[in-house]
């Protein structure tokens, strides 16, 4: 037996408007939305793009002193200003997670900071010497 379905729900929906020039795009009405219903934060609290900004500065001064630990001819006094970095990058970031957040990014922000520590430390313990 053979269906034919010859309803088409279609034509019931309006049809899309001719974009205007004038109009605003999606992006300014988007940006300007977001901005006009930013929901408050409590003070200490920050966003996710603060902190996914502090999470990339982390993991760019990781991956430089990953890439300088590799380098042989990188003394390891040479290498203090960069673990100092990644210590710095770590306690911004300490200083912005709240303990509650459970999210992925929270997460993903706890375990760079573990990374960084554990760096940090295996560097004064002399691990590398």
């Known amino acids: 037996m053979k269906i034919n379905n010859t309803y088409n729900p279609y034509h019931l929906l ?66 203090s200003p960069l673990v100092q970095q990644v210590e710095q990058a770590a306690s911004r970031l300490e200083s912005c997670l709240l303990p509650e957040d459970k999210s992925e990014l929270a997460g993903f922000v706890r375990n760079a900071r573990i990374a960084a520590k554990v760096a940090v430390m295996k560097y004064q313990r002399g691990d590398f010497v």
Request: glycine share 8%; no cysteine.
């Open 14 to 79: 309006p049809s899309r408007p001719k974009s205007d020039a004038t109009a605003p795009g999606f992006k300014e009405i988007f940006h300007r939305t977001v901005t006009e219903t930013a929901s408050p934060r409590a003070p200490g609290e920050v966003g996710n793009a603060e902190l996914m900004e502090k999470s990339r500065l982390l993991l760019d001064a990781l991956d430089d002193y990953g890439h300088r630990l590799a380098d042989r001819g990188t003394s390891l006094r040479e290498l």
